[in-house]
């Protein structure tokens, strides 16, 4: 029942930006620890960043740290993933996932519920 939508995606220059958001619905959110991953082509799921349920602790991956956000809003069942500087290497389906049993953590394999992903394309 539970349902994960992300949106946001689109094409942007490389030094852009854009904010993606995940929408839960079916189960509140603050069950979840949430994280992001990416799938560029020919490559496989990568972990993006993570936010504990309660929005204190986050993790990212060290490709995008210091230019990625993750941010959560429990009351309004929403995920966002602010990416600034981008860069074309950013280039990769975006899949919002919840886990229900971890904190942070960047295993693929610890996420129990995902969305069906949100492309972004950064252009050179």
């Known amino acids: 029942q539970v349902q994960l939508l992300e949106s946001g995606g689109g094409l942007v220059q490389a030094g852009g930006f854009l904010r993606l958001s995940c929408a839960v619905s079916g189960r509140s959110l603050s069950s979840y620890s949430m994280g992001w991953f990416r799938q560029a082509p020919g490559k496989e799921r990568e972990f993006v960043a993570n936010i504990n349920r309660s929005g204190g602790s986050t993790y990212y991956a060290d490709s995008v740290k210091g230019r990625f956000t993750i941010s959560r809003d429990n009351a309004k069942n929403t995920v966002h993933l602010q990416m600034n500087s981008l860069k074309p290497e950013d280039t990769a389906i975006y899949y919002c996932?919840?886990?229900?049993?971890?904190?942070?953590?960047?295993?693929?394999?610890?996420?129990?519920?995902w969305g069906q992903g949100t492309q972004v394309t950064v252009s050179s």
């Open positions: 996932a919840g886990s229900t049993d971890y904190g942070n953590s960047f295993y693929v394999n610890s996420y129990d519920v």
